[in-house]
Nanobody
Framework: VQLQASGGGLVQPGGSLRLSCAPSQRSLTMAWFRQAPGKEREFVAA????????YYADDVKGRFVVSRDNARNTISLQMSSLKPEDTAVYYC??????????????????WGQGTLVTVSS
């Protein structure tokens, strides 16, 4: 499975951006991770195959929303109130992650190529 992430770009602090990833894998948990320069890859958000359960990292909770669009076979990450510290390459991933491991990159088998989000004035 080759995932394709898109939607990155340059946005001002406080702005919004929407990332997409295709194709979504309905039988798998799908997630977003990000990696800032000089830092390790970190969990951002995840959504179960059914779309009924979502999970977020504490520092994006209330600002980011992950969702599935089964008609378009995509998942999205709507990012609002963006901060400079959100600057990173964002990756989508898919795998059979269980609850205790869904924040771990190693739980995901399939990865997209990444899309760069830059938050700067």
């Amino acid at each position: 499975v080759q995932l394709q992430a898109s939607g990155g770009g340059l946005v001002q602090p406080g702005g919004s951006l929407r990332l997409s990833c295709a194709p979504s894998q309905r039988s798998l948990t799908m997630a977003w991770f990000r990696q800032a320069p000089g830092k390790e890859r970190e969990f951002v958000a995840a959504i179960r195959g059914s779309g009924s359960n979502t999970y977020y990292a504490d520092d994006v909770k209330g600002r980011f929303v992950v969702s599935r669009d089964n008609a378009r076979n995509t998942i999205s990450l709507q990012m609002s109130s963006l901060k400079p510290e959100d600057t990173a390459v964002y990756y989508c991933a898919a795998g059979r992650a269980i609850l205790s491991t869904l924040t771990m990159a190693g739980s995901y088998v399939y990865w997209g190529q990444g899309t760069l989000v830059t938050v700067s004035s």
